[in-house]
């Protein structure tokens, strides 16, 4: 059984250089923490399902050139999809405004249980869809039906958003009926008329793969209505965007395919060559850039931090057990075995270590309030504290071995020389 | 004296070098920490300089952003005012000429149909009012703005940028020359110069990208609203949502949507102060006419407000400026450490040197220029480092941030500096140590 006291009593002697492990552990431990915490809830973010069938979806975002008025674009739009559907290695496409990781475009609709409710309304993210939209994504009914062809409007820019039927997300039909079953009931989008919700879909995401929806990305409504508009006096800039699933190996010839048979079809459109034809997976990819790269990077620090740590330790004790060579030859003289001083140095950086995560550990709660209020990140459960803690225990007795091993090495002898 | 302090210096030098010598490894293990710790700063600052610098220093205390409140208690962010003018606010704004300069700003798509068989191009425009190009300071190539008559006559004009210059007329002089815009002619007035603030403060929130997609095309903002020309994203509403209740352009513009931002010149703070009271007489004035249910909720933030309001400096940048400030405090704790056992490893040495007449303000100055040298060494190792981090930084932030990061010789002379600077602060207690060591007692004990 070890002795603390002794230690204890040897590191009094070196207040300062023991302060200065102590400091940094509890440094480390506070960055590490919250850094770790920080790549945890990005690589949450960065991961989490769209909810539809990315791999084999692709959307093409089409401008109206010529100001057409809205017959003449819904009459396009039909025929656009026609021909979408009819070409070979496409499983089925329709006509929304937007598409699931687009960082942005979609609408918000304000949803209502009255018209004249008191209460705020709910939020959630809107596709304009039609009956092939759920094949198209390849998201599943878990309750209620599909669109029929007959429910599917057409919207120009001044229509009022106030559909018969309407679909959500699970995520939406619990949080506006918390108690019972949504589909058969009523809601207002707008306060002219209210919506039935005919279809309960399992997940899909808004188009806003951002952190500032954060809390409705999977509160999806789908609008059964073709919307016309080419930029003349919408409330919001015109244009549609097709979404296309291919069958399996067909995406690559499809994406080649899809446009050219649009402009076959008619020349007064505007695909952008650079980004008017978007696969989801590319979507993906930048929608979550900044989220992968700030991951990366975290991470990256944390190890360059966690090698500091270790290298000073090692520098520190390799720099104790060369000043204490003569009293670790009186001890071996004395009759302390190697395997006591090996176990003396490694109680002693087991100690500082010590001291120092519990310093760390306040020093991580108050690092984590601070980036809560300034940068909205979530309150870090105490378990990544705990296991920061762990690694640098680990990370002390590792980098103290080999100096104690030294240390271990000096002979008896050494009690009888000078310096 | 000149030349003895030369020689003084260089002895100093040459123990440094011996003492480096002789913990090769201390020594290197400080040197890479110093490295890292330095050049890890110095990335990160790199992006947070080229995201939080001030777009337009010579004018951002005297350009503002006013706000009023036209959405309510009920319906208004925590209070504060929508970022946005409703057109009724915008107008009368404008119309109020209570500033040295006004300027309002929304901005929508336009299809550019090229005279040839090129095929149409979508180009991202603003409508902005004509005292835009003065207010910002925009640099014209050829030609320039359009005067207060082509804004009250609705003229179909336009100023384009260089890049859609060079794509339509090969970069020639296109001054008087005609574009078609939305299937209408336009008369070009004037080329802007390759102008890109960053961020583009004035109009980020018609835009979702402050560091990217530059504008190609300015309209007047009359001529705009004739052709009722939407705004392309941002038009935010108070209380539902935005197609519910605006059966026609008409409904639109007299609306409490917000969608246009608005810009006021202030030279002086007095023009500050007496713009702040008219800004809230008018709001008490909209509600003493009824259409405001609530007292007077109006901002007037300069450019460094405004930006902070926007949060423009993204998150990513300022919390990785965080996590390495933490990063070089550590390696710097880490290093006093290592020096504190560097310096007292040769206390038989300082107790010699001492005994032999050295006076403290010697050791002093001998162990200081030892840990500049080391901080210098540092700061070298520092300087491969960053530039193999500006190297690697598209992979972590947005490639449009990254390239605005650049390793220019400020960022180099800085390098340096902070290495060095840090490496003497942490010196100074491993140098006070060595300071306080007694001649006699290490020559006893060395006896």
């Known amino acids: ?419 | 004296m000149a030349t003895q302090g030369v020689s003084l210096l260089t002895y100093y030098f040459d123990l440094a070098l011996r003492s480096c010598r002789r913990s090769k490894a201390l020594t290197a293990l400080v040197v890479l920490l110093m490295g890292c710790g330095v050049a890890t700063c110095m990335v990160t600052f790199a992006v947070f300089r080229a995201t939080a610098a001030d777009p337009i220093p010579w004018k951002s205390n005297q350009l503002f952003v006013p706000q009023i409140d036209n959405f309510g208690p009920a319906h208004n962010g925590k209070g504060e005012p929508p970022q946005l003018l409703s057109y009724t606010d915008a107008v009368a704004l404008l119309h109020a000429q209570q500033a040295r300069r006004q300027v309002l700003i929304y901005g929508s798509k336009w299809t550019v149909l090229p005279d040839d068989a090129q095929q149409p191009l979508s180009q991202e425009g603003d409508a902005v009012s004509h005292d835009f190009f003065a207010m910002f300071d925009a640099p014209f190539r050829y030609g320039g703005g359009w005067s207060a008559s082509d804004d009250d006559q609705r003229a179909a004009v336009v100023v384009i940028s260089s890049a859609l210059n060079q794509k339509l007329f090969g970069g020639a002089d296109s001054v008087g020359r005609q574009i078609n815009l939305d299937t209408h002619t336009y008369r070009i007035v004037g080329v802007l110069d390759d102008w890109n603030p960053s961020p583009r403060f004035f109009d980020m929130s018609s835009a979702w990208y402050p560091f990217s997609h530059p504008r190609q095309l300015y309209l007047p903002f009359s001529r705009a609203i004739d052709l009722q020309k939407a705004a392309s994203v941002n038009f935010y509403c108070s209380t539902n949502s935005v197609d519910a209740a605006l059966p026609n352009w008409d409904s639109v513009l007299h609306s409490e949507c917000a969608w246009i931002a608005a810009w006021v010149e202030l030279p002086t703070r007095a023009d500050v102060a007496r713009y702040r009271d008219w800004l809230h007489n008018y709001a008490a004035e909209q509600q003493h006419v009824g259409r405001f249910a609530w007292p007077p909720n109006v901002r007037l933030s300069d450019v460094g407000q405004w930006l902070h309001i926007m949060n423009v400096v993204p998150k990513a940048s300022a919390l990785s400026m965080i996590v390495s400030v933490s990063f070089l405090l550590i390696c710097l704790v880490n290093v006093v450490g290592l020096m504190l056992a560097r310096f007292m490893r040769r206390a038989p040495e300082i107790g010699v040197r001492r005994a032999l007449g050295a006076s403290r303000g010697a050791i002093y100055r001998q162990f200081l220029i030892e840990a500049a040298a080391i901080g210098l060494v540092g700061g070298v190792l520092g300087l491969l480092l960053t530039a193999l981090g500006m190297a690697g930084i598209g992979h972590v932030f947005e490639p449009e941030i990254a390239r605005l990061a650049t390793l220019d010789a400020s960022l180099l002379l800085l390098t340096m500096l902070l290495a060095v600077a840090t490496t003497l602060i942490a010196a100074l207690y491993p140098t006070w140590r060595a300071a306080q060591v007694q001649p006699a007692w290490q020559l006893k004990s060395n006896g």
Request: hydrophobic share 50%; with cysteine; charged share 15%.
């Open chain 1, 1 to 419: 059984m070890i002795q603390i006291r002794p230690i204890l009593a040897a590191l009094r002697r070196h207040k300062m250089a023991t302060l200065l492990i102590v400091l940094q552990i509890a440094l480390t431990l506070a960055v590490v923490s919250n850094a770790l915490f920080i790549v945890k809830t990005r690589v949450v973010h960065l991961s989490r399902p769209s909810g539809v069938d990315e791999a084999h979806l692709f959307a093409i975002r089409n401008e109206w050139i010529g100001l057409p008025d809205v017959p003449h674009i819904d009459a396009q739009m039909r025929a656009d999809l026609a021909t979408l559907r009819s070409l070979p290695g496409v499983r089925d496409a329709f006509a929304s405004a937007s598409y699931p990781l687009e960082q942005g475009g979609g609408g918000l609709a304000h949803i209502k249980h009255q018209v004249a409710q008191t209460t705020k309304p709910q939020l959630a993210l809107s596709y304009f869809a039609d009956e092939h939209a759920l094949d198209t994504f390849g998201t599943a009914l878990v309750a209620g039906r599909n669109f029929r062809a007959d429910e599917i409007g057409r919207l120009g820019p001044y229509d009022k958003l106030a559909p018969a039927v309407i679909i959500i997300t699970r995520d939406l039909a619990h949080k506006l009926f918390p108690d019972g079953a949504a589909v058969g009931q009523h809601v207002y989008l707008s306060d002219d008329s209210p919506s039935t919700i005919v279809g309960v879909v399992d997940r899909l995401e808004g188009s806003y793969a951002g952190s500032s929806t954060r809390s409705i990305d999977e509160d999806t409504v789908l609008v059964p209505a073709r919307y016309a508009s080419s930029d003349d006096g919408a409330a919001y800039a015109g244009g549609v965007v097709y979404l296309v699933r291919t069958q399996p190996g067909q995406l690559e010839a499809v994406l080649r395919a899809a446009p050219a048979a649009l402009v076959a079809q008619s020349r007064l459109r505007l695909i952008s060559p650079e980004d008017g034809v978007v696969t989801l997976a590319q979507a993906r990819t930048k929608a979550y850039a900044t989220d992968r790269g700030v991951a990366i990077m975290m991470a990256a620090v944390c190890v360059l931090l966690l090698l500091a740590t270790a290298g000073g330790i090692v520098g520190l004790s390799s720099f104790w057990v060369g000043q204490r060579r003569r009293s670790i030859g009186v001890r071996r003289a004395l009759g302390a075995t190697r395997g006591d001083i090996l176990r003396y140095f490694q109680v002693e950086n087991a100690l500082i270590v010590g001291i120092g995560v519990v310093l760390g550990v306040a020093l991580g709660v108050a690092a984590n309030l601070s980036l809560m209020t300034h940068y909205e990140l979530p309150r870090m459960p105490l378990w990544v504290l705990g296991v920061g803690a762990l690694l640098l225990w680990l990370l002390g007795q590792l980098a103290v071995f080999g100096p104690a091993r030294r240390a271990a090495a000096v002979p008896p002898v050494e009690a009888t020389r000078p310096g």
